[in-house]
């Protein structure tokens, strides 16, 4: 069994920043792609950013040049640096990743619980 564990979210002011992390625990053999989901009340899910074992990287146009995604491969973790939050970035915002138990598995893919960012004075 793989665990995903989300922390750092919480109330921010517009313009303000926050830190996501989660980090993988399990049965690991290897993880593959790793990223970042939001889900806002009453719209559907989107992706926000991902990033491959090889460090390339990819972002939604609504968060380029503010948010920043990470990783470190030694402990199976993914990070999600936000800057100039706005109202509209509020938001569950769920971890996933693409993760092989064993060798002889193949990727399966992940999810955490979600973690709430609200963006609001």
């Known amino acids: 069994q793989v665990q995903l564990v989300e922390s750092g979210g919480g109330l921010v002011q517009p313009g303000g920043s926050l830190r996501l992390s989660c980090a993988a625990s399990?049965?690991?053999?290897?993880?593959?792609?790793m990223g970042w989901y939001r889900q806002a009340p009453g719209k559907e899910r989107e992706l926000v950013a991902d990033?491959?074992?090889?460090?390339?990287?990819n972002y939604a146009d609504s968060v380029k040049g503010r948010f920043a995604i990470s990783r470190n491969n030694a402990k199976n973790t993914v990070y999600l640096q936000m800057n100039s939050l706005k109202p509209e970035d509020t938001a569950v915002y769920y971890c996933?990743?693409?993760?092989?138990?064993?060798?002889?598995?193949?990727?399966?893919?992940?999810w955490g619980q979600g973690t709430l960012v609200t963006v609001s004075s």
């Open positions: 990033i491959t074992r090889g460090l390339n990287t």
């Open positions: 996933y990743a693409n993760v092989r138990a064993t060798p002889s598995h193949g990727y399966v893919e992940v």
């Open positions: 399990g049965s690991i053999f290897s993880i593959n792609d």
